[in-house]
């Protein structure tokens, strides 16, 4: 009686089969996956991966210590309210369909929010509905589907999960498999069967040898080159052509020919070739791997980046540290919309958080003394302290600043194209060595298997996947390293696009530290200067900032009303004093503004009072910077401020530079919308606070930074205030990373049209083919890094 395999996992159903739907499971754990999939219309999982599923363990009551508070409350990243976000390690992630299947968790459960796999990592974080959905319930859907998480309770809070060294024991493999190979046919590549002895050993021992080499490439077709094979078959059953097809295919064919040969006695086989192929191609995927872990970890963002934060002394006053530098115990003030770098208590009486850069839900969360609040969150009612309960998680703010959310959606083009020529490279491979094979078993059949072995191996489309992610993310690492932090490398190629570059003025052109201020008007009383200060204290508006840098030395006090307007000002209320600070019209001044200055006016307690005039001091290299920018590309000025500077700028920038001043942040958003649909390519350059809108809608949106948190997901990047006046190299080095990767392409056309000429010719050996084809792969990968590195170094 023929064994009956489960429809979802592939095992044996034995004498407990379950019939549904037409179909046989092992369980009905495996009924049950098979029933979700079927009623949230995913059974395309099938189509993708047959027998896929693994069977569900007995897992009730494997979880029940999920339902402890104390446990689950260490296991999750983020809760608040209804809203909880957890990352969990999945082992069994490990193709297309996996991925799939897990990013669509929600149709399984409506309480799933949102799902993103990091595949690499082997990892899912999870955005799930807490009070519908327990994290023990969470764990089990996820079990009963098959991928069951991996839970550690000896290493709670640590992400970091043992290597993978796989790819080091299948390469281990294929080396001595394939030096041992090399050895043994040697006597086979020499014509010396004049010698007596000689002919003794051939003679005698050559069947012996070729089934040993035979035995050695049993293990490095099965085991180390499996991922090539599993990969091409399902890339086919998907009705996808992959890069692995034709590498699949070339093993298939080494291995079935070579067989054959020592089986009939028509010669040794190309055992040592099909070694060397497998051991070749995994060599240049443990080299890739290590470039990559290179390029990782030279992006690490604890070494460099640049957000401050304010610490709150205990002797009294404050001091700017970088995050990375928190530690546990530390008093910390939060400034309006500045983003709360780690989890702590909240010390201030309340408070408003928006946790949209972790949620994506916008409605503000109140927060009262005494509650935790999680890093991720911007504070939206001004300043407040906290009490740090543990060390800032900088992996974390970086998995929040490349949140696929805050994402700008702009395809990539070198992607795309990648795509499009590898499928199309694959169909090519394979007409070309199936009409060769025609030819030359018409002409020569005794040369057909060679040339249709040959064709498959030195046809190399793997270097045409590597040139784009290796020479983008080299360049990447190498900004980095000259402080400028870029989201990721599709940033890059928008970069280089780049067409129309649009700056603001305060903090991005002028500097937030350096200005000159006087006052205008009516003298301060001693508690309107108090609450001015303190007011000033919880904004980080770059002339809030000034200000509040000059008139310290006030006690602090807890403010019972706050509001910060963007492009207006700021109003405040303690006990019975009220204040307002900025624009003429929001203090409630009639007269025009002057012109010929920046003005910050205040009134108290609704009486005019003066007003803070500021003479901007800018950046070092800025008109150099707009000189050599108007060159290759429109610029503009789009401030929110008066036009106090219009005639000093204009002395500083290019002729006919257009200047727009009294711009509201909603006017600069729509302003770069309207130059979008005339087809240009826009960069704003903002301080990434009233400009956050612009910034997100901009093709690449920068944040200049100094000493403050200017973090802001709606941003690209990040420019050091120091390198502003270089922001053209940057740009001119984006250009040549496009150059470069057109180059790659280049280069591996030419190599593959010439080998594939020497292979359809019949000129070309399987054991040369299976060196050549890594060899392409190394180099290319050679060139992307050299060039790059090359580019890097004529940055200033």
């Not at 993310?473 to 970069?495: C, H, M, S, V």
Request: charged share 20%; with cysteine; glycine share 6%.
């Amino acid at each position: 009686m023929d064994k009956v395999s489960c429809y979802h996992c592939g095992d044996p159903c034995g004498n407990t089969k379950v019939v549904f739907d037409n179909k046989t499971f092992c369980c009905n754990g495996c009924k049950t996956v098979y029933e979700i999939f079927s009623d949230h219309d995913l059974s395309y999982y099938y189509d993708l991966q047959q027998a896929a599923g693994t069977s569900p363990a007995e897992i009730e009551g494997k979880y029940d210590f999920l339902d402890t508070p104390a446990i689950a409350e260490k296991l999750i990243e983020f809760q608040d309210g209804r809203m909880a976000i957890i990352n969990l390690y999945i082992p069994n992630i490990h193709c297309s369909s996996c991925i799939w299947v897990l990013e669509n968790l929600n149709k399984l459960n409506p309480q799933v929010l949102n799902s993103q796999v990091n595949f690499p990592k082997k990892t899912i974080r999870i955005t799930y509905n807490r009070d519908s959905l327990s994290l023990k319930e969470l764990v089990i859907l996820l079990s009963r589907i098959g991928y069951e998480p991996y839970l550690s309770l000896e290493d709670l809070g640590k992400t970091t999960k043992s290597k993978d060294r796989s790819l080091i024991y299948k390469l281990g493999v294929a080396g001595f498999a394939f030096g041992n190979v090399m050895f043994l046919s040697f006597p086979e590549y020499f014509d010396i069967k004049e010698a007596q002895a000689a002919d003794f050993w051939l003679t005698e021992y050559k069947t012996f040898f070729r089934w040993l080499m035979f035995a050695f490439a049993l293990p490095v077709v099965f085991y180390a080159g499996q991922d090539y094979l599993k990969s091409a078959y399902k890339g086919l059953r998907a009705r996808m052509l992959n890069i692995d097809v034709p590498i699949a295919l070339g093993i298939i064919a080494l291995f079935t020919r070579s067989t054959v040969d020592i089986l009939f006695d028509y010669g040794p086989g190309f055992f040592d070739s099909l070694t060397g192929l497998i051991f070749f191609l995994l060599l240049g995927k443990f080299f890739q791997q290590k470039t990559y872990a290179f390029l990782s970890f030279e992006r690490d963002y604890k070494s460099y980046f640049p957000i401050a934060v304010t610490r709150l002394l205990p002797e009294g006053g404050e001091e700017s540290v970088q995050v990375y530098q928190i530690e546990k115990g530390d008093r910390l003030l939060i400034r309006n919309q500045e983003l709360i770098p780690v989890d702590g208590i909240l010390i201030s009486p309340k408070t408003h958080i928006d946790y949209s850069f972790v949620t994506g839900e916008s409605a503000p969360v109140p927060k009262k003394s005494g509650d935790k609040i999680y890093a991720g969150g911007k504070q939206i009612s001004g300043a407040v302290e906290m009490d740090v309960l543990k060390p800032v998680s900088q992996s974390y703010l970086t998995q929040l600043w490349s949140n696929a959310a805050f994402h700008n959606q702009h395809s990539s083009e070198f992607r795309t194209l990648t795509d499009r020529i590898g499928k199309r490279f694959t169909l090519a491979v394979l007409s070309i060595a199936t009409t060769a094979t025609i030819f030359w078993l018409l002409t020569e059949p005794s040369m057909a298997l060679n040339v249709f072995t040959a064709v498959l191996i030195i046809a190399c489309p793997c270097a045409l996947a590597l040139a784009a992610p290796f020479t983008l993310g080299n360049l990447l690492r190498i900004f980095g390293n000259r402080k400028f932090y870029l989201k990721d490398t599709d940033a890059i190629e928008q970069l280089a696009k780049v067409d129309t570059a649009i700056f603001d003025k305060t903090g991005t052109l002028t500097k937030s530290n350096k200005e000159q201020v006087t006052y205008e008007g009516i003298v301060l009383n001693e508690d309107e200067k108090s609450l001015l200060v303190n007011t000033l204290r919880a904004s980080n508006h770059p002339l809030s900032r000034s200000l509040y840098n000059l008139l310290a030395d006030h006690d602090i006090i807890t403010l019972d009303e706050y509001e910060e307007i963007q492009g207006k000002g700021l109003s405040a209320r303690a006990d019975d004093q009220q204040i307002k600070i900025g624009s003429a019209a929001f203090v409630g001044k009639n007269e025009d503004e002057e012109t010929g200055k920046t003005v910050v006016h205040i009134s108290a307690n609704e009486t005019y009072k003066g007003c803070f005039v500021f003479r901007n001091e800018y950046r070092e290299g800025m008109s150099e910077l707009f000189h050599k920018l108007s060159e290759q590309m429109d610029v503009a000025v789009l401030s929110g401020d008066n036009e106090g500077e219009k005639t000093r700028l204009q002395n500083l920038l290019p002729k006919l530079t257009p200047l727009f001043f009294n711009q509201k942040p909603e006017e600069k958003l729509e302003f770069v919308k309207s130059l979008q649909e005339q087809g240009k390519k826009v960069m704003m350059v903002g301080d990434g606070l009233n400009d956050a809108g612009a910034l997100a809608q901009s093709e690449v949106g920068i944040a200049i930074s100094e000493n403050v948190n200017v973090f802001s997901p709606a941003c690209d990047g990040i420019l050091d205030a120091g390198k502003f006046g270089e922001l053209d190299s940057y740009i001119t080095a984006s250009q040549k990373a496009m150059g470069i990767i057109k180059w790659s392409f280049v280069f591996s056309f030419i190599y593959n049209v010439a080998g594939l000429y020497f292979a359809v010719s019949g000129q070309l050996e399987p054991v040369i083919a299976a060196i050549l084809m890594p060899l392409s792969s190394i180099s290319v990968v050679g060139f992307t890094t050299i060039a790059t590195n090359y580019v890097g170094r004529r940055l200033k």
